[in-house]
């Protein structure tokens, strides 16, 4: 099968929210009125973001997914996206699995494929996603301002905790294997909180790397500091030990593609709604000081030793 073959077949489909879709030297893109684009990029590479023989439909699915994420925390609507892909050979069985579990996902939220780039190599996925902000609106980092209330989206650690699992770090029962696993591998992006979020709160930030790291991004760029209620954070629990483990996979373990934002405490009530609205818990975890630093405290009020740091590739 030709390189042309294959995109035709895997990666063409309709583009009706496109002036131009795959097919020519560049896709043609309009914005609607009163919009900002907001543009990110995420890739995925074999044997640092996924295990070489993982599922291709999950792997279709996460792909796009984790760039659906880095629009969510910036309010943004996502209408489109690039995929560049490098491929070790040509495996139709791989590809049919891959780009319906990609496709899936982007027609659940109205994403369109509109370009990308095809070449022989050492698997590895990357997306450019593209999207609308009505101008003005966006979600930043650096909006974070003290006595915000700081509130996380859904529960944390479960995605980690599958992974330290499957590492044999730790032993969990099947049930609770297969909900922490289906957070690693089928991430829900928050496209509808983010796009809640405009005008309620100040900062937001999609959590990757881990609730420290990302935190700790907002943090900087907002210069200020956070104080943190430990107890307050709707982690994963597991029944019988690993508190330690479990303790960093909340806290640094990263792939919980949840939302991470800061508000003025006048908001508590609006926010409530949304939470009500999308049917989706939020949780109010700590504030924003002026500070810089992040800490820690027990239910007790004591302070609580952070080691916990996120991931970094360079780190
Ligand atoms: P060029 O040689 O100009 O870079 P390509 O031959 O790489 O063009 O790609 C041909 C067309 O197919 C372009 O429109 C490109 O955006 C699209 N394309 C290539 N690979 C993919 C892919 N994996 N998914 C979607 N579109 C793709
Ligand atoms: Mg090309």
Known sequence: MSEFDLIQRYFTRATPGAVLG??????????????????????LVSGTHFFPDADPMLLGHKTLAVNLSDLAAMGAT??????????????ESWLDKFSQGFFSLAEQYGVELVGGDTTRGPLNLCVTILGEVPKGKALRREGAKAGDDIWVSGTLGEA????????????????KFATCAARLHQPLPRIALGRALSGIANSAIDISDGLLADLGHILERSKVGAELNYTAIRGVRVDGGGEDI????????????????????????????????????????GK??????????????SLMQIKEQGYDHFG
């Not at 996502?78 to 495996?91: G, N």
């Not at 924003?288 to 009020?301: F, Q, V």
């Open 22 to 43: 795959v097919g020519d030297d560049a896709a043609l893109l309009k914005l609607s009125d009163g919009m900002e684009l907001a543009v990110s990029t995420d890739m």
């Open 78 to 91: 996502p209408r489109w996206a690039t995929l560049a892909l490098s491929l070790p050979e040509v495996k």
């Open 160 to 175: 980690a905790l599958a992974l330290a699992h499957l590492q044999s770090k730790i032993k969990l029962n099947q049930v």
């Open 246 to 285: 479990v303790q960093r996979c909340v806290l640094a373990g990263g792939d919980d593609y949840e939302l991470c934002f800061t508000a003025p405490s006048a908001n508590r009530d609006a926010i409530q709604n949304i939470s009500v609205t999308l049917a989706l818990p939020l949780t109010l975890i």
């Open 288 to 301: 924003i000081t002026k500070e810089p630093g992040c800490i820690l405290r027990n239910a007790d009020d």
